[in-house]
């Protein structure tokens, strides 16, 4: 009988040490996981501070980053300029000095407009994240204009649990809004979830798989998110400018005309119900894939995903600029300014 206790207790014992072990491996390795996972100091290596917003999370860049430019928001000859987006506006991948931000300030200013650009985009985040981020930065910022990204994550939301961002986009989710392959009682799953990574990667192996976003959310996109982004911005006193970004594993014109047939519940489907929303609430709204269609897609890409490298940061500067300059004199003020322009 002594034996089998023996036996029970080592084999007990030799579990807790493999649980322990790998808990602490997975910690150690932090392998790649299914879904987008935001920890501090997690994302691609940078120390920064995961940070909660009335509950939802933002992860900003270092406050020396070039790209968030505050230093010239109280120059009065400047129009403020404010960017809104994902990993595409961020010029995720590049350099801080090469987004695309610096180079439409730049622009700008060369077309006698000098702008100073606050570039507050983010990659992963979505609608939801930037909105936070705005409800910050508008009265710090005093911007004339917000340019706000749309694109495909726009509608997707992020679950906190524990001191953990999770965005669960392409899984089935209980209730809470979290997967729960076990069937575990909520709060014992909540606090595995949220203490072990264990856990937390044998619930992302087991959980099934859904569609990446559903309709419900970019329904609540159109009937929620973008009318309190617009009052928001409009109670600043700015102009709100919507940039649709299009995919970049096509060439720009076929994706024009995708966006044009609109059929089913497609990206180029949501996109046109967005271009609708904006015409009747007179928000301007610039497709990036018409902005570029003289533009070989290959020559300005980084991949087949959505996202600009040097070069394109640079042609999508200018080109902003030049939509803008030319929006602005087609939409004069009543007092004969130019939308955004305060001087």
Do not use: K
Not at 175 to 195: C, I, K, S, Y
Not at 271 to 290: F, I, K, N, Q
């Amino acid at each position: 009988m002594r034996r089998v206790g023996f036996a029970v207790a080592s084999g007990f014992l030799a579990l807790l040490a493999t649980l322990v072990l790998a808990e602490g491996l997975l910690r150690v390795v932090q392998p790649r996981p299914r879904v987008q996972v935001v920890r501090s100091g997690l994302r691609d290596g940078l120390d920064f501070a995961l940070r909660w917003v009335d509950g939802v999370p933002v992860w900003p860049s270092p406050a020396d980053d070039l790209r968030h430019n505050r230093g010239c928001v109280d120059d009065p000859e400047r129009t403020r300029w404010l960017v809104l987006g994902s990993s595409i506006l961020a010029a995720d991948g590049l350099a801080p000095e090469e987004a695309f931000s610096l180079r439409l300030q730049e622009a700008l200013g060369e077309a006698g407009r000098p702008a100073c650009v606050v570039n507050l985009a983010e990659g992963a985040y979505t609608f939801q994240n930037q909105a936070a981020v705005a409800a910050e930065a508008l009265p710090e910022v005093r911007p004339d204009v917000v340019l706000w990204e749309i694109w495909a994550n726009s509608p997707g939301t992020w679950v906190r649990v524990g001191d953990t961002a999770y965005r669960f986009q392409h899984l089935a989710v209980s209730e809470d809004g979290t997967p729960n392959p076990l069937g575990l009682p909520g709060t014992l799953h909540r606090g595995l979830l949220g203490t072990s990574r264990l856990y937390e990667a044998g619930v992302l192996a087991l959980v099934a798989a859904q569609e990446p976003v559903s309709t419900g959310e970019w329904e609540r996109l159109l009937a929620t998110a973008l009318p309190d982004a617009l009052a928001a911005v409009r109670a600043q006193g700015a102009t709100l400018v919507l940039a649709l970004a299009p995919p970049l594993d096509q060439p720009f014109a076929a994706w024009t005309a995708a966006r044009r047939r609109a059929e089913g519940l497609t990206l180029a489907a949501w996109y046109t119900r967005v271009e609708a929303w904006a015409r009747a609430e007179g928000v301007a709204v610039v497709a990036l894939d018409e902005l570029l269609a003289d533009h070989d897609v290959e020559a300005l890409r980084l991949d087949p995903c959505c996202h600009y490298d040097v070069a394109g940061q640079q042609v999508l500067g200018d080109a902003l600029a030049a939509w803008w300059l030319e929006h602005a004199q087609a939409s004069p003020s009543e007092d004969g300014e130019a939308p955004g322009d305060h001087r």
